[in-house]
């Protein structure tokens, strides 16, 4: 089982719905991380938090916007959604926001579908 | 473009051969790097990492190979088993990013 739990594991959401996927780990890290993923693809950056503060913003549209709580939990609440967003995913953790020479731990992903 | 890359994008093996999956990166400049095995309906999960200070590391029935050289770097799963079906990333670590290959998707055959 992974140390970084994600809720819900699947979603559908119409396009002009808001939801929020949530993510937490209890290991201490103090870096956290959004990717997507598409079927058969690598996950590909999307935001990353470091000390609850966002550091990087990999020019995500802004129907993405993410938010760290505190240092165990990463929320990214979705609005007006495409089609195309529809995808795995995926939050991931590492002891601190420089992660050089520290493996990123994931969590199992939501499965978000737009119809 | 990606700088982290794999060879081939398929890989079927017969249980209890060994596997070998590889990997080509472009940044020289890179010092560490990590494997992941992606299971279907899971997120990606640590196998093994490896510095760029080191050209061979082993874990539990796993060795990564680092060649600076040539920039390549291997995974190898020795006697594979059905659970060791899963696509397999590398990924370089540079400062806040991961860069992920293409993955190779490894089926093994009973």
């Known amino acids: 089982d992974t140390e970084v739990t994600q809720t819900p594991k699947h979603l559908v959401m119409g396009m002009t719905n808001k939801k929020s996927l949530k993510c937490e780990q209890h290991m201490g890290h103090r870096a956290m991380y959004w990717y997507k993923q598409k079927a058969k693809k690598p996950p590909e950056l999307m935001f990353v938090?470091?000390?609850?503060?966002?550091?990087i913003n990999e020019s995500v549209p802004s129907r993405f916007s993410p938010e760290c709580p505190n240092s165990s939990l990463l929320n990214l609440h979705l609005h007006a959604l495409q089609p195309e967003d529809s995808a795995l995913y995926l939050c991931?953790?590492?002891?601190?926001?420089?992660?050089?020479?520290?493996?990123?731990?994931f969590g199992d992903g939501t499965r978000l579908s737009i119809l | 473009g990606e700088s982290v890359g794999l060879h081939l994008p398929t890989l079927s093996v017969q249980e209890g051969d060994n596997s070998i999956i590889n990997c080509a990166y472009s940044?020289?400049?890179?010092?560490?790097f990590i494997w992941y095995k992606q299971e279907s309906g899971k997120g990606p999960q640590f196998i093994i990492d490896?510095?760029?200070?080191?050209d061979k590391r082993q874990g539990q029935r796993v060795t990564v190979l680092l060649n600076k050289t040539v920039k390549h770097l291997s995974l190898q799963i020795a006697a594979t088993q059905p659970g060791d079906s899963a696509v397999y990333f590398c990924?370089?670590?540079?400062?806040?990013?991961?860069?992920f290959g293409a993955g190779t998707t490894v089926t093994v055959r009973a």
């Open positions: 938090y470091s000390y609850e503060k966002l550091s």
């Open positions: 490896i510095r760029s200070n080191m």
């Open positions: 990924a370089e670590n540079n400062d806040y990013k991961l860069s």
């Open positions: 940044n020289s400049a890179s010092d560490y």
């Open positions: 991931a953790s590492s002891l601190t926001g420089t992660t050089r020479n520290q493996p990123q731990h």
